[in-house]
């Protein structure tokens, strides 16, 4: 039961996490605590990254760091919705007779990893929909249950674009966050390279289970939000809307639409989470601050004006949080 | 997790939380009215500040009723100070948001005074912890550090310099505007002098030794000028004027009484030459005409005493001519109850010359006492000239003034050029009067050169510029009165313009000469003369006590100081002229004792 979990456990367990994944995963410290704060809140993300950058060995650790059932899809054009979610195939019993029998795709998993998931047409994206949603998979007819914890990590290269199929909003908006991935420092680079051109090869061990990691996530989500907290929150979402009062110049200028509800849940999920992991029993505009890049970014649609000038939705979201930032509390 | 330990037991943790930031709140509060106590003075104080300039240059408003509302201004800045910090009452909650916001709580409080209130929920187990960190952390907080008492060091420096500035301004020396304590003093001064016609008037009635004539005439200028006393808006310069007219008939009756009482005693000197002894023996031995001795030509020498009596006492000499008739007709008898009646009638003429020479003392007593009260009047409104000055500043075009302020020396206001130029004719009037009294031995020359020769240079060009130029005959006719040593300056510097000196180097040019008007009204009035010396009146300033040795009562060296100050601070003033203030530092530093 989630609240046998203690608060102190959830600290131990938090970073034990981090420490286990560090030992395999150099830098990207923010990236894991995003990813960890979705995996935490249950709910995907997308991460973005250009290849090479650790991506896929980012979440192949934390399954192992979790001990969660961990399957890979690398996407490609060619890649049917079957091949995800699974398909009926007869068989023949030892009696003769003949049967279909649902062969389970690599969705059934606690932890998917969709590997450029932009490679694959909408329709087998669309695969993942149901799935990553409502947690069912629906072959001929008959729907199958994923088993808890599950957790769609996708990942997009952001540069190769010829023969790619963004993401309709749609199922963008079904990841919790859009975590960057950005290219190591000098430092880490070097670190890198320390570690993965010798002989040995470390691999992280396992600090917990999926039954614990659902724990944690309960516990966090009780983490108590200010009412004013939650103004403010939707207060960040409307003022990425072009048409609302709060709506700044940039955002009348360059946005065509902004963030969903589904944002804002994203945000005071995130927020909660990121409070415990910060060892705070409640949450705080920091809190919000900190998540609120990577739950909205991908949420934010620009116009043709802002997509020509190559707006970064990073610095609409700034602008916005300075703007509420301002309000009297 | 050590800081999320629980605080004590059966504490309240809604009630530790709203008392603690009741405290923040407090100390804030006194934070900022510290930080805010001299910002708030200094608008009062600066709005005090330009209101004490401005009322006591402009109007010589006292210090004592000015402070007051500086300090009712200072003190409404303060209390809307107060009234801001203190009065407004915050809800809890928002006091929570505001502090955890300055001290970097992360928003603790407001989360667990909501949690307390049942706003928001949470997990049983993190709110339990939670509510506890906050109450912690709260009490963690160093509320001295957090909110120091700070000093806004500028805003302080400000106050001390206006609170300077404040007390330099009281130290200014006010204009020369009447207080009330100076119109109360100059109405008491009217009425002192009022007082004095009538005691002179009184005199007057009881002396049998004048003439009717003249008596009535003296009454007539007595009650004139008793009348013009006893209105009710009198000006100082009003009533000086009319004091200073009366002086002057009083003086000329004088004058015209001891000639008369001259001519007489010369005439009995004559007659006393002519008889070789008394005339009173002569008429003796007449009055025993039957012993006069062989010889004796008695008869001679009274018939030339009779034609030297002939024009100052007729009668007596027609009875010493009829005493000698009957002695040449051989008529002793008659000739001794002639003489007999001639030397009664010489006696009679010696008591009324004797009389005569009271009353002409007294018609002098009563014009020094008459010129006296005119002087106490003068001086108790030195502070007129100025504003008389405003005012004729502010009615440009009034060109009457200077005539009348001419005429007022004369004590003729009302037959100036209208009601109005007799009122500024005799706020003209009065700064004469000042040079005469109250400002000493500057003032009297300033008479002397700045009005009369001011006058000269006029004279030539009389008839015209006075129609021409009616505004510079206001300054003309102002100066001579300006407060004495201005006077004497502005004759001083009126004297170059005349001379056609050429100030820009431009060759030589005409100057219209500086209008001082001489006549009444028009060219065609009484041609006026300015006085030198009012009269043989002693110079008085301040309140003297009589003196009938004439001995000076303060030796020179005690009060040249007060003197001194009194020069300083009129050479701080803008009412001396700035070329001239060395002239009058040099004048009193050439009066310093033991120079």
């Known amino acids: ?329 | 997790m050590a800081s999320l330990a629980a605080g004590p037991a059966g504490d309240d943790p809604r009630a530790t939380l709203t008392t603690l930031l009741r405290r923040w709140e407090r100390r804030q509060r006194w934070q900022r009215t510290w930080l805010g106590l001299p910002r708030s003075l200094l608008p009062g104080l600066a709005l005090g500040l330009a209101l004490l300039l401005w009322s006591r240059l402009r109007f010589g408003t006292p210090v004592e009723s000015l402070l007051p509302a500086m300090a009712v201004l200072a003190g409404a800045g303060l209390l809307l100070l107060l009234a801001r910090v203190w009065l407004p009452a915050r809800p809890t909650l928002k006091l929570a948001r505001k502090f955890e916001q300055e001290f970097g709580l992360s928003e603790r409080l407001s989360t667990a005074l909501e949690l307390l209130e049942g706003r928001i929920h949470g997990g049983a187990q993190l709110t339990a912890l939670q509510i506890a960190d906050a109450r912690s952390r709260a009490g963690g907080v160093d509320v001295a550090s957090q909110l120091p008492l700070r000093s806004d060091r500028r805003a302080w420096a400000l106050l001390a310099l206006s609170l300077l500035a404040v007390g330099l301004t009281t130290r200014l020396p006010a204009p020369a505007v009447l207080t009330d304590a100076q119109e109360q003093a100059q109405e008491a001064a009217i009425d002192e002098a009022a007082a004095a016609v009538e005691r002179i008037s009184e005199d007057l009635e009881s002396d049998s030794a004048l003439p009717e004539a003249l008596r009535q005439q003296l009454q007539r200028e007595l009650e004139r000028s008793g009348a013009l006393l006893d209105q009710q808006a009198l000006s100082p310069e009003e009533a000086f004027a009319a004091l200073s007219e009366s002086a002057e008939q009083f003086e000329q009756q004088a004058l015209s009484l001891e000639e008369s009482i001259q001519q007489q005693m010369q005439a009995l000197a004559n007659a006393q030459q002519a008889t070789g002894e008394q005339l009173d023996a002569a008429l003796q031995q007449l009055e025993n005409a039957s012993s006069l001795p062989p010889g004796d030509d008695v008869a001679g020498r009274l018939e030339q005493a009779a034609a030297a009596l002939e024009e100052s006492n007729p009668e007596l000499a027609a009875a010493i001519r009829e005493a000698l008739q009957a002695l040449r007709d051989s008529q002793l008898q008659n000739a001794a109850s002639g003489a007999g009646l001639a030397r009664q009638m010489l006696a009679q003429q010696r008591q009324q010359l004797a009389r005569a020479q009271d009353s002409q003392q007294r018609l002098r007593a009563a014009s020094d006492q008459l010129r006296d009260s005119a002087s106490q009047i003068a001086q108790r409104s030195q502070a007129r000239p100025l504003v008389s000055q405003e005012r004729m500043q502010q009615q440009p075009g009034t060109g009457a003034p200077p005539q009348a302020g001419d005429l007022s020396m004369q004590g003729q206001p009302q037959e100036g050029s209208g009601d109005q130029s007799g009122e500024n004719a005799e706020a003209g009037n009065l700064p004469g009067g000042n040079a005469q009294a109250g400002q000493g031995e500057e003032a009297q020359s300033g008479s002397q050169q700045g009005g009369q020769p001011g006058g000269e240079q006029t004279g030539q060009g009389q008839n015209t510029s006075e129609q021409e130029r009616p505004g510079l005959g206001g300054q003309a006719g102002d100066a001579p009165g300006g407060a004495g040593m201005e006077e004497s300056f502005a004759g001083v510097e009126s004297a170059p313009p005349a001379q056609g000196n050429d100030p820009d180097g431009l060759g030589q040019r005409e100057f219209a000469p500086v209008y001082a008007p001489r006549r009444i009204g028009s060219s065609q009035g009484p041609e006026l003369f300015l006085e030198n010396d009012p009269g043989d009146s002693p110079l008085l300033e301040g309140d003297f006590a009589p003196n009938p040795s004439g001995e000076a009562l303060v030796p020179w060296n005690e009060i040249y100081g007060d003197y001194l100050d009194a020069a300083s601070r009129a050479l701080e003033s803008d009412y001396i002229p700035l070329g001239l203030r060395d002239v009058v530092h040099d004048y009193f530093s050439a009066l310093e004792p033991g120079r």
């Open chain 1, 1 to 329: 039961m989630a609240d046998e979990l203690k608060l102190e456990e959830f600290g131990a367990l938090a970073r034990a996490i981090e420490a286990e994944v560090g030992r395999v995963i150099v830098g990207q410290r923010e990236v894991l605590r995003s990813v960890l704060i979705c995996i935490l809140s249950g709910r995907h993300a997308l991460l973005e990254g250009v290849p090479g950058l650790g991506k896929t060995m980012l979440i192949r650790s934390l399954g192992a760091a979790l001990d969660l059932k961990f399957t890979r899809i690398q996407f490609t054009p060619d890649l049917m919705p079957a091949d995800i979610t699974g398909t009926d195939i007869m068989e023949e019993g030892e009696d003769g007779s003949r049967l279909f029998r649902f062969h389970e795709g690599p969705v059934f998993a606690n932890l998917v990893l969709a590997d450029e998931i932009n490679r694959a047409t909408p329709k087998t994206q669309s695969a993942l929909l149901e799935a990553m949603q409502e947690k069912t998979v629906t072959v001929a007819g008959r729907s199958y249950p994923l088993q808890d914890p599950f957790f769609v990590l996708a990942t997009q290269n952001p540069l190769e674009m010829e023969g790619t199929y963004p993401l309709p909003e749609a199922q963008l908006d079904r990841f919790m966050f859009k975590v960057r991935v950005d290219f190591p420092r000098p430092q880490e680079l070097i670190d890198i390279l320390e570690r993965t051109t010798g002989a040995d090869e470390t691999w992280p061990g396992r600090v917990a289970d999926g039954a614990q990691v659902m724990q944690m996530g309960h516990l966090a989500l009780t983490t108590p939000v200010a009412t004013h907290l939650m103004e403010r929150a939707a207060n960040l979402i409307l003022a990425t809307h072009p048409r609302e009062a709060q709506a700044s110049d940039l955002v009348r200028q360059y946005v065509r639409y902004g963030s969903s509800p589904r944002g804002a849940q994203a945000l005071v999920i995130g927020a909660r989470v990121n409070a415990l992991l910060e060892g705070r029993l409640n949450v705080a505009w920091e809190d919000i601050e900190s998540v609120a890049p990577a739950a909205l970014r991908h949420r934010l649609l620009l116009n043709f004006e802002g997509l020509a000038e190559g707006i970064d939705p990073d610095d609409i979201i700034r602008e916005a949080l300075h703007a509420v930032s301002r309000q009297p509390a």
